[in-house]
């Protein structure tokens, strides 16, 4: 009897929590939506430059979901080369130039997003667009969807071994890193 009590109180607060977690994550989206709607009307942009931002949005987003399926389509090829049974050095170097080179075509494209905003703002406009960059307000509305993990706008990363541990089936433990046998 007490151990069923104990497993209802359990699961209930199992789920106050993620009922808590889930308010959360609607607050927080909620906040980005109110603060890009105050940049976007601070900016007082004209009904054609509201035209072309959202056509450079469509091109941009597009151009970025096939730079990170190429990236995401690198890293898992690496992954791969990691795994083999006789890993081939030379191949997983060109692997790991190729997927850095993706993710770098992928930042590019941010950059180039970037300067293509820029030259459609006027100079008043570009002084607002320039000063919410520097205070961070562009990426606090955009949230951490352009795989900005930390508070301090650098990309998430996760260091080679933690990759090689997450790859391991699961119940196994991964195999040892090439090198580190």
């Known amino acids: 009897m007490k151990k069923l009590l ?8 199992g789920a106050s929590l993620t009922g808590w977690a889930a308010d959360t994550d609607t607050q927080q989206a909620g906040r980005r939506m ?9 900016l007082n942009l004209t009904d054609a430059q ?13 151009q970025a979901i096939e730079l990170r399926a190429k990236a995401e389509t690198s890293k898992l090829e690496l992954r791969h080369l ?38 459609m ?15 961070g307000t562009l990426r ?12 301090a706008g650098r990309p998430g990363r996760m260091g080679m071994r933690q990759e090689h541990r997450r790859m391991a089936p699961p119940g196994q433990p ?3 890193l090439p090198g580190n046998q």
């Open 6 to 13: 104990s497993f209802i109180v359990l699961a209930l607060f």
């Open 174 to 176: 991964a195999a040892p």
């Open 140 to 151: 606090a509305a955009k949230g951490n969807r352009d795989g900005m993990q930390d508070g």
């Open 82 to 119: 990691l795994m083999a049974d006789a890993p081939d050095q030379a191949a997983i170097a060109k692997k790991m130039s190729e997927a850095a080179a993706r993710e770098a075509e992928l930042r590019m494209n941010k950059v180039d997003g970037w300067f293509a905003i820029n030259k």
């Open 50 to 62: 509201k035209k072309d931002m959202a056509r450079l949005k469509l091109e941009n987003g597009k």
């Open 34 to 42: 109110h603060a890009k709607k105050n940049f976007l009307a601070s």
């Open 121 to 135: 703002l006027t100079p008043d406009q570009q002084k607002v667009w320039k000063q919410a960059l520097r205070a």
